[in-house]
């Protein structure tokens, strides 16, 4: 035993042998409650930095899920919704023949059944009428195509935007929002491609019913010279009086 200790030792039972008056009050350090209080404390400390971080994770978690409703900030649903509009307005503007079943049933009579009721002026207007209808078709079909690649620089610019977007995207639904735009500028790609083949699917058929009719009516003009009257004569002309 070093002498510390041994005058520690000798103090300690002094102190335990001295008389001390009957009202005095000693204060002893219990070594044992004073490490279970301090166990205690060090518990109760883990416990609230355990609730803290689950705080902090349950924030978390609510900022992410915040992220995934999150709308996307770009939307160009109306650009082409008026696109579409444009389009459509475009194909109503067809003249004569229309998109129109029922429409295209009655007008297609003009182009067959030529009888011999019909005078010769008739039969000149109505091959007029046709050619007018003919050339109007293919005008039309011209216009729908000029309207297709006008709408070029707009279907890039629509795109890129929305991929820009969707590159962007900070939850499921931003990405969702810009896939769901995208589609929707394809459809109208594939309306504006839609509407030009309906037009010049429109023109040609026009054309060769035309076509058709006017070999119909060529055959009638013909059975009509040769059936008006005594025919042809040949004869002597003179010329250069």
């Known amino acids: 035993m070093t002498r510390n200790r041994l005058l520690a030792s000798v103090a300690a039972v002094v102190i335990w042998f001295v008389p001390t008056p009957s009202s005095a009050q ?5 070594p044992s409650n004073y490490s279970q209080n301090l166990m205690t404390a060090a518990n109760t400390l883990r416990q609230i930095e355990n609730q803290i971080t689950a705080l902090q994770n349950q924030t978390q978690m609510l900022l992410n899920q915040a992220r995934q409703l999150a709308s996307l900030p770009t939307s160009l649903v109306n650009d082409i919704d008026r696109t579409f509009t444009q389009t459509q307005n475009l194909l109503r503007q067809a003249d004569r023949i229309a998109y129109d079943v029922q ?8 182009y067959q059944n030529f009888s011999g009721s019909q005078s010769d002026r008739q039969l000149i207007d109505s ?48 990405a969702s929002q810009a896939g769901n735009q995208l589609l929707g500028v394809q459809a109208r790609q594939l309306a504006d491609l839609t509407a030009l083949l309906a037009a010049q699917g429109r023109a040609q058929s026009i054309e060769q019913a035309r076509q058709a009719a006017s070999e119909d ?10 059936s ?14």
Do not use: K
């Open 228 to 241: 008006n009257g005594r025919g042809y004569q040949p004869q002597s002309v003179q010329m250069f009086h």
């Open 127 to 174: 091959a007029r009428d046709r050619w007018e209808t003919s050339v109007s078709a293919f005008q039309h079909a011209m216009s729908v195509g000029a309207t297709a690649v006008n709408n070029l620089p707009a279907t890039q610019s629509q795109t890129g935007a929305l991929v820009t977007a969707s590159q962007s995207a900070v939850g499921v639904l931003q």
């Open 217 to 226: 009516q060529a055959r009638e003009q013909t059975r009509r010279f040769l």
């Open 103 to 110: 429409a295209i049933e009655q007008t297609f009579q003009r």
């Open 26 to 30: 000693i204060a002893v350090f219990d």
